[in-house]
């Protein structure tokens, strides 16, 4: 193989010759998975010099690494367990990622931590964060965020007025970070592409080539146009999160991991609905609950109970919304309501199952085994923690080849948009009088593609139409939708108001007002007709239809059911209807 540089676009052009490359020469790693941690797997082998293909199966981030808190942090109820180990690891890479790797997806949050003990409770919890914010000092990095301070019940009020006088007695206030989860993702792969690495969503890995015992590929399938081909690999990683159990059933048997999936839901209130001008931190019984600013909205959530459902599209339930809504509720002035919910959205967290039944006391430390040759399994883990994760799984595949391989260096390689991030923000007032968007608009955009914006506004140049805002969505322009196809791997609308952009949940229309525009605009660099556009906003009106009365159910049970009655935009193949 020759060494190539890529663009870092992942658009449809790039898809196809990444599957064609990917086909017609053995790799050194193909990695099944196109969450963070898959991601990070790629970037790590790729700048290690290994040739490297990932294959995502639905959209890239669709599962966990979409539907987190959003939060880079080192967990204090970690701390609380006492697995110093964890929190020291994650907050040393929330230290690089804040200053390092990502300084324009990744920014310090502050939270306000309410006291409602007298006497022992301060001096516990400021005894913690001391511990906390001293573990954040990373080699030759400083914490990236502020240290923590005591606050009386009068100061804690100035900072959030929105809290119940009679619900806390004083607080404590403390930093951590917070990202795009979806959006960080994108930028890895992007990152891995421009390194060489062969990226494609909408490729399902269906079954395992094998030559004797040992793996030697894998056999994918194209859900866009239902081909299969082979794709041959000296070393094949699985980092498929919750999906872990499935790859080592199609591979023969069990294996070494078993991952059990704990949902968490999280709503979306509008800004105004909670006066505040920090973060809000609250213990509950279970678990922690965040109030997380989030541009003109809050993030509140989250939950934390097993499931055994559908693991494509985890349903919240009106109890699990009714959950999170009570525990806010108790410590603000003015209850939130349902009506003040714009948008909720579920995710499964990938633990590792152990011997607890609760799923708030499984492990969220990883573990990486080679179940049979030619196979690295990676489970576990927490989105902070994800390029240790794909490091120790990239050392794994390292141990597997015949070869020499260096170092992890992801420690030291700036994610794409990083570069020049910081000139070009001092520099925004500029930008705008160039570019005839105001400021706000600038530093929208730099925060979401940093450097790349150069790309956003080369398209706003070419057709000045796509500057002006979706009509239903403000925050988000037209440019970022066509962006968002021709750069960033988007295939289909609910990629973009989902992940690309969050509009199916900081909309209280959940993205309906936008869908025909959105498709308009993706119809071009996709080459849509126009049933392939009626499609598309039929789907996406299901979808969001059933999400919505799926959320009125009672049970998980229910609202499963309901919330499985929308159709694919693209069928996933069943490994059953395609024989390896």
């Not at 890895?188 to 004797?212: C, I």
Request: with cysteine; proline share 4%.
């Amino acid at each position: 193989m020759t060494a190539r540089m890529g663009t870092g676009r992942l658009g449809p052009a790039e898809r196809s010759a990444a599957l064609a490359q990917m086909s017609a020469e053995e790799l050194d790693v193909v990695v099944i998975g196109g969450g963070v941690v898959g991601a990070g797997v790629a970037l790590d082998a790729t700048t290690r010099g290994l040739s490297v293909g990932l294959l995502e199966a639905r959209d890239f981030a669709s599962g966990t690494s979409s539907r987190s808190s959003k939060l880079i942090h080192g967990g204090l109820r970690y701390l609380e367990q006492l697995n110093f180990e964890l929190v020291r690891e994650a907050l040393q890479e929330r230290a690089l990622l804040l200053q390092r790797i990502a300084p324009h997806l990744v920014r310090p949050v502050p939270f306000l931590f309410p006291l409602t003990h007298f006497g022992w409770e301060r001096p516990y919890v400021g005894a913690g964060l001391v511990m906390y914010d001293t573990m954040g000092f990373s080699a030759g990095l400083t914490r990236g965020v502020p240290g923590h301070r005591h606050l009386s019940r009068t100061r804690a009020l100035r900072l959030a007025p929105a809290l119940r006088r009679t619900a806390f007695s004083g607080a404590v206030q403390y930093w951590d970070a917070q990202v795009d989860d979806a959006r960080y993702v994108m930028t890895l792969l992007r990152t891995a592409a421009t390194y060489g690495a062969n990226v494609a969503s909408r490729a399902q890995v269906v079954g395992f080539l094998r030559e004797g015992e040992r793996v030697t590929g894998v056999r994918v399938c194209d859900l866009e146009t239902g081909r299969e081909m082979d794709v041959r690999a000296r070393q094949v990683v699985n980092a498929t999160g919750v999906w872990t159990d499935d790859i080592q059933e199609l591979v023969g048997g069990r294996g070494q991991i078993h991952v059990r999936a704990s949902k968490g839901i999280h709503l979306v209130v509008p800004r105004d609905r909670i006066h505040s001008l920090t973060g809000i931190i609250l213990r509950t019984e279970k678990s922690v609950l965040f109030v997380i600013p989030w541009g003109r909205h809050w993030i509140v959530g989250t939950t934390d109970t097993r499931w055994e459902l559908d693991r494509a599209h985890p349903a919240a339930s009106r109890s699990d919304i009714d959950y999170v809504l009570d525990h806010v509720n108790e410590v603000l002035s003015v209850p939130l309501t349902r009506e003040d919910v714009e948008g909720v959205y579920a995710g499964l967290r990938p633990l590792l199952s152990g011997e607890s039944e609760e799923t708030s006391k499984l492990s969220r430390e990883h573990v990486v085994a080679h179940p049979v040759p030619g196979l690295v399994m990676v489970a576990g883990g927490k989105y902070t923690t994800y390029r240790v994760m794909a490091k120790d799984a990239v050392d794994a595949v390292a141990h597997g080849l015949d070869q020499r391989v260096p170092p992890s260096c992801t420690d030291r390689v700036p994610l794409a948009g990083a570069e020049g991030y910081q000139a070009l923000w001092n520099s925004r007032q500029r930008l705008a009088q160039s570019s005839g968007l105001h400021v706000a608009r600038i530093e929208h955009l730099l925060q979401r593609y940093g450097s790349m914006i150069d790309e956003v506004l080369a398209l706003i140049e070419r057709d000045p139409s796509l500057a002006k805002p979706l009509t239903g969505a403000d925050d988000y322009l037209r440019a970022e939708v066509v962006y968002a196809a021709t750069h960033e791997g988007a295939r289909h609308v609910n990629d973009v108001l989902t992940r690309r952009t969050h509009i199916s949940i900081e909309t209280f229309h959940r993205g309906l007002a936008v869908v025909e525009e959105a498709a308009q605009l993706l119809a071009e660099p996709l080459g849509w007709d126009a049933e392939q556009i009626k499609r598309e906003v039929e789907y996406y009106t299901k979808r969001v239809e059933s999400e919505r009365l799926s959320q009125e159910q009672d049970t998980d049970q229910e609202a499963d059911a309901i919330r499985l009655g929308a159709p694919e935009i693209v069928p996933v193949a069943s490994p059953e209807t395609n024989p390896v």
